[in-house]
DNA sequence: TTGTAAGCGTTATCAG
DNA sequence: CTGATAACGCTTACAA
């Protein structure tokens, strides 16, 4: 007797369908692989059997034989920003019209760098043929090296891990699409409300307010920190808002710009005319806050699917194509003006 | 000569930890699965070599023999609400935590039935062993029953799929708190913005607006159609400010109060002087609207944690324990107010 | 155009 | 406590 249990009712399998429509196993493989060379009577006569058993192909025996997944990995950071969810629909969509699955891989924001190697362990583990990492931190670390090596990644909101391939999306161009909206409306400095140093996005916004700052002989007031919140944001507007001749701010996301705006609102400092905000994402809020904000918008959908067509063009070997021009948008709305003559 | 490429470079398999390891492949197969009966001895071995090797399980090919795969799929709608996505985040942390992967199948909003159906035979062949179902439309087809017969199933949003389960949230709770609150401040009728009509959570919060206003022996005022977006709140405000003796409107969702809220004010009607609104999900903007918002939160990760873990627990044929009392709250901040005097 | 045979890496069963 | 062996369901290579 066997030494596995009988299963007298498990599900049908290839050999099962091919006893039902009179040929060998090896000819439904063909037919589900849509093989040219399968008489269309044949190929007919499988179709009708898998669909009289309710037949359908088990991923686990396709993948052991074929050596080929059709996975893709994605390791995500607090799933519930704006960004983060926007992103993922992008790279889901992309893989799906091509014929593969995603798997994601959650990771607490300011997870430590051994967090990350698990997530990408979970997902090598899985059959990830390439991982996409929407993550914020660096990944030098040479364990990480090791991975991306071994399995195929890009980074979907900053820069492609081949350091020689272009940047996604530039952070520092948004840094600098801000600041510059602000000067050139007239304002003599521009404060800065950081989004997370942890994340490296955060850190590129805010070299690139140092740097046009510099560029213009400004010396950058002091950072004012973030960490995304729209709470974050009102704490750090109550900071500006005791600062009487600030009279512009870059806020590292709407999120935050949302509370910062509250905070100067209940001091008293109406916005734009006493203080211009200029932010990053144009969430689909952005329109709505009161008054409705300047932002730099990121294209985070578009963003998700040019990591996956980057990355599945790499899994197959093809060429990717002309990847679409992702370039940050500085959307005027009415949180910015020109200062007020004093 | 075999048949395959002989492939020198494979990645280390069982066999190669066990010879490196001097045992036999079962054992470094029972030390994998923590099987008590191994000596210490051995086991260190066996862990040993698999460090040395940098050994990694075969996902595909472990199912194929055990026929478990641990997957958990998930079924989502438009990725980029923010309930969408702190649904699947609570989702994805309950997997992790019980050793399951989560598996995602996205469908476009106003997607067709057989759009459904299709990313559920996705996520069946990929080998999930449950579904978690985080989508907008009645499943009663008796397509999807078949499917949800065979592969474990739970509704993430409104209600479990097994008619005896209680309820995850009660849709119909969250309208009534939001409806009576305002007739408690003394308002004589309730207008309301209604959720699109495609997700029963719309149909769910209409019904009991009308259901309490019956209750009171109120004649329902005609429903002002939304589809969650700000935008469409932007137009059902432009609606509601034309109409003089609106003094409080019921809005099916936070991000379409924020464009109802700006068309009042556009339209020079004080929110909540002139009109109170509440709305619902309490998401981490809605205290920094202008003004604040009274919403009827619902706690989104928490009820993805319940739905995966109601879907593991009859997976793996254990009880479920207790359930998390999921019950919605209304949170009173300051769009909302008796109304004035005339 | 179709069929046969081998093998993918793991786990379950049974024997020792 | 450990090992040998037989599946799991599919695809690749080759033969017919």
């Known amino acids: ?51 009289s058993l309710g037949y359908r192909i088990h991923a686990a025996a396709a993948s052991l034989a074929s050596g080929r997944t059709r996975i893709i990995g994605m390791i995500v950071v607090s799933n519930d920003r704006y960004a983060s969810a926007a992103l993922g629909a992008g790279v889901e969509t992309t893989a799906a019209a091509n014929g593969y699955t995603v798997t994601t891989a959650s990771v607490s924001d300011h997870a430590s760098t051994s967090a990350f190697l698990e997530a990408f362990d979970r997902l090598e583990r ?4 390439g991982v996409v990492l929407n993550v914020p931190v ?14 195929p990644s890009t980074r979907s909101q ?45 850190r590129h ?13 400004i010396e950058p007031p002091p950072l004012i920190p973030g960490e995304w919140t729209p709470e974050s944001g009102y704490r750090a507007g109550r900071t500006i ?14 999120e935050m710009a949302f509370g910062l705006i509250r905070a100067l609102h209940e001091a008293g400092r109406r916005v734009p005319e006493d203080v211009s905000v200029v932010s990053v994402d144009d969430i689909a809020l952005a329109a709505y806050a009161s008054p409705a904000l ?49």
Chains 1, 2 share one sequence.
């Open 158 to 202: 900053v820069a492609s891990l081949q350091p020689d391939a272009p940047l996604v999306v530039d952070q520092h161009v948004i840094g600098r699409l801000a600041v510059e909206h602000l000067l050139d409306l007239g304002h003599r400095t521009v404060w800065h409300v950081g989004g997370d140093e942890y994340w490296i996005e955060g």
């Open 205 to 217: 916004r805010r070299e690139a307010w140092e740097q046009v700052l510099h560029e213009r002989g």
């Open 1 to 51: 007797m066997s030494p596995r249990r009988p299963s007298p009712d498990r599900a049908p399998n290839q050999m099962d369908v091919a006893r039902a429509a009179g040929v060998s196993a090896q000819t439904v493989s063909r037919v589900l692989a849509g093989h040219p060379n399968v008489r269309p009577d044949t190929a007919h006569r499988v179709h009708a059997a898998i669909d």
């Open 294 to 342: 300047t932002t730099v918008r990121q294209p985070f959908e578009e963003m998700g699917r040019a990591a996956a067509q980057r990355l599945i063009s790499h899994i197959e070997g093809t060429d990717a194509g002309d990847e679409p021009d992702l370039h940050p948008e500085l959307i005027i709305r009415s949180s910015t003006a020109a200062p007020l003559a004093r």
């Open 138 to 151: 660096e990944l030098d670390s040479p364990e990480m090296q090791l991975r991306t090596e071994r399995t």
């Open 241 to 254: 808002a005791a600062i009487p001749d600030a009279t512009a701010v870059f806020v590292s996301s709407d």
């Open 126 to 129: 899985q059959g990830a043929e």
